[in-house]
């Protein structure tokens, strides 16, 4: 799927007023040892029947995350996330959080939305701050719970 230019501009305009309004300001994440925070890839992709994707960041600092809906809609497909990942002190492990995938009206075809990290507190933002995450539905299956998918 093919998205334009302006669809993919609303969509991160959005995340950024997020991430504007709720900046994370907690004094002990702001670490001051530079440092650069990303996502682990610029696309994933789970099956409706899923029930999760995971999402790493990897490096130290501290960064806020959320998503946005393009084709597949919160509350109905996926549960919207946001929050905030924090490391400490010499900490590079990556860090992760995982984003519900709804199966409760299953659907045939794909379904997108995004993720983007920002507002990173003693770090600066990598290549891959945002990515968008594509779900394949499965009109015939029920919902396990708690597997999660790996990035593309």
Not at 76 to 86: C, F, K, M, P, V
Not at 87 to 108: E, H, L, M, Q, Y
Not at 116 to 126: D, E, F, K, M, P
Request: charged share 10%; aromatic share 8%.
């Amino acid at each position: 799927m093919v998205y334009s230019q302006r669809s993919i501009l609303s969509i991160l305009a959005a995340l950024v007023i997020y991430f504007g309004a709720s900046a994370h300001n907690d004094a002990a994440a702001n670490w001051r040892w530079g440092g650069e925070a990303s996502l682990s890839a610029s696309t994933y992709t789970a099956t409706q029947n899923a029930g999760s994707v995971t999402i790493t960041v990897n490096r130290t600092g501290a960064v806020n995350y959320a998503t946005a809906d393009i084709t597949a809609l919160a509350g109905a497909d996926y549960t919207a996330t946001h929050g905030s990942l924090s490391w400490g002190n010499r900490d590079t492990a990556p860090k992760s959080f995982v984003i519900p995938i709804s199966n409760a009206k299953p659907f045939a075809g794909s379904k997108t939305f995004a993720v983007a990290i920002a507002g990173a507190s003693g770090v600066s933002l990598g290549t891959t701050a945002s990515a968008i995450v594509t779900i394949n539905g499965d009109a015939s299956s029920a919902s396990p719970a708690g597997q999660e998918c790996a990035a593309n």
